[in-house]
């Protein structure tokens, strides 16, 4: 199955298309132009340099959260009118998950963080045994001293990767000694590990509804904490 993966959650966006496991191509892109002018163009050069078509595509699969959260609308509605033009499965995975598989680790515990701003990091924790993840924390919005309780007795390395993996290298390593930041290029959320997700998603028998699928951002925008504000005010003064 030819899976056409977008991760737009952050400020790079990039594409990749998979078939059964094997990565076929993938284009990423970390130049400050908006995921709406490139991502599309992006998916039709690579399809073009596969020597496919649209046509040729099987499924869809998109990062759906967490993350910013005007990244993550438009690689959902991507994806989603990607599928709908070809009736095609459309899958939405876990930016998070998505970013633990593209590690590769092959022993050790995996967590992604990405700056969820208001000193909270979007966060999980996964646990890779010869190759085979698991999942060990949902995912979650919490603040740095609540991830160092949850991860400073791990009993193995701890790989942190994302864009927030830096900021809590440099914060929690004194008090959790186990943390290692990988390389470059295995940190950051790219579209591969989407497709991957996407492709154990299919394995399970998940049908890929794309009707069904809408953005996780574990918690409000800025405008609905806002209002959800000024109505509790409004209440107050009543």
Same mark, same amino acid.
């Not at 509605?77 to 599928?83: R, S």
């Not at 991830?147 to 914060?171: M, Q, R």
């Given at each position: ?6 991760? @737009? ?12 496991? /094997? ?5 990423? $892109?970390?130049?400050?132009? @908006? ?24 499924? +869809? ?15 959902? *509605? *991507?994806? /989603? ?13 876990? @930016?998070?998950? *998505? ?18 701003? %208001? ?60 943390? +290692? ?7 950051? $959320? %790219? ?7 996407? $492709?154990? /998603?299919?394995? *399970? ?34």
């Amino acid at each position: 199955m030819k899976i056409l993966a977008f991760e @737009t959650s952050a400020k790079a966006a990039s594409v990749a298309l998979m078939d059964k496991g /094997k990565l076929l191509g993938e284009s990423y $892109q970390n130049t400050g132009l @908006t995921h709406s002018q490139t991502l599309m163009v992006m998916a039709e050069d690579l399809l073009k340099t596969c020597n496919l078509t649209v046509k040729d595509v099987d499924a +869809v699969a998109v990062a759906a959260g967490p993350g910013s959260f005007t990244g993550v609308r438009i690689g959902v *509605a *991507a994806a /989603k009118g990607f599928a709908w033009g070809g009736e095609l499965p459309c899958y939405g995975v876990s @930016t998070l998950e *998505a970013m633990a598989l593209n590690l590769g680790v092959w022993e050790g515990f995996v967590v992604p963080a990405m700056d969820a701003r %208001r000193n909270q990091v979007y966060t999980a924790i996964f646990h890779a045994e010869k190759g085979v993840l698991t999942r060990v924390e949902e995912d979650m919005a919490i603040s740095l001293e609540e991830l160092k309780e949850k991860i400073k007795n791990l009993p193995e390395s701890v790989f942190l990767v994302g864009d927030g993996a830096l900021l809590c290298y440099n914060t929690l390593l004194e008090e959790v000694p186990g943390l +290692v930041l990988p390389p470059e290029h295995r940190m950051h $959320q %790219r579209a591969a590990g989407v497709a991957l997700a996407a $492709q154990q /998603k299919a394995d *399970a028998g998940d049908p890929g509804n794309g009707a069904e699928l809408t953005p996780n951002y574990l918690r409000l925008s800025q405008a609905e904490r806002e209002r959800a504000a000024r109505e509790n005010r409004e209440k107050g003064a009543n």
